[in-house]
């Protein structure tokens, strides 16, 4: 059973930075793309960025294009979300999530596993 681990949350202020890690196990040999989201309170939550299983495919979402940059490192069996310029609308709870299909995914509903999150708040 694949499960991942997010760390790397916290409280920062705006024009600040942080890097989100989740760390995978188990059963990793069915991961193909992996994804963050993030979900505010009283939101739906949201696509943020997905990278491919090679790491040479990112796609982000057009809130966070040219701030966030994510990437893999299959060695260590970890991906990453670099955050810059961060803003008070990034405040949030982010989920790692692991997808088994071929094509890269971009909607909640298409990934089989997900991590317990870790919390982004952006003060102004």
């Known amino acids: 059973q694949v499960r991942l681990v997010e760390s790397g949350g916290g409280l920062v202020q705006a024009g600040g930075s942080l890097r989100l890690s989740c760390a995978a196990s188990g059963g990793l040999f069915v991961i193909r793309g992996m994804g963050w989201f993030r979900q505010a309170p009283g939101k739906e939550r949201e696509f943020v960025a997905v990278?491919?299983?090679?790491?040479?495919?990112?796609r982000y979402a057009d809130s966070v294009k040219g701030r966030f940059t994510i990437s893999r490192d299959n060695a260590r069996n970890t991906v990453y979300l670099q955050m810059n310029s961060l803003k008070p609308d990034d405040t949030a709870v982010y989920y790692c999530?692991?997808?088994?299909?071929?094509?890269?995914?971009?909607?909640?509903?298409?990934?089989?596993?997900w991590g317990q999150g870790t919390q982004v708040t952006v003060s102004s």
């Open positions: 999530a692991a997808d088994r299909s071929q094509s890269l995914k971009l909607d909640v509903a298409a990934y089989d596993y």
């Open positions: 990278v491919s299983r090679a790491g040479e495919i990112t």
